[in-house]
């Protein structure tokens, strides 16, 4: 499970950005990520793991809230766009099953939200 390693990174991006805008840990509220299906992070365990990462630190009242991004591709035969783990890999209209993929391969921190921002 390679999400417990990257609530660590995050957590560590979050403590940059604090520092690097001169913010103290009690003023952030929440982390926001986005999330793609196709990312191969699941967002389950990102969650399962955020406890662990800020437990016993300065950041152990943070949030963590997460975008679940669609997988969503073009058909490269009709140029349909359609959500691809919802149908069956292949394209509704045509039938074929070569597309490229437009959304849904996304995983960045989004936002830091801060308290009265939310």
């Known amino acids: 499970m390679h999400e417990l390693g990257i609530v660590f990174e995050v957590l ?3 403590k940059n950005i604090a520092a690097e805008n001169k913010l103290s840990p009690e003023e952030i509220a929440a982390v926001v990520l986005d999330v793609g299906e196709a990312s191969l992070v699941v967002p389950k365990y990102l969650r399962n793991c955020w406890p662990a990462a800020i437990d016993r630190t300065e950041y152990e009242h943070v949030e963590l809230n997460i975008n679940e991004i669609v997988a ?4 490269k035969q ?5 959500e691809f783990l ?3 890999r292949k394209c509704p209209v045509c039938g074929c099953e070569e597309a490229v993929i437009v959304t849904g391969k996304e995983f960045l921190l989004k936002e830091i939200l801060l308290y009265g921002e939310e």
Do not use: P, Q
Request: charged share 40%.
């Open 12 to 14: 560590d991006r979050v």
């Open 72 to 75: 969503v591709v073009e058909c």
């Open 78 to 82: 009709c140029g349909n766009f359609y």
């Open 86 to 88: 919802k149908k069956e």
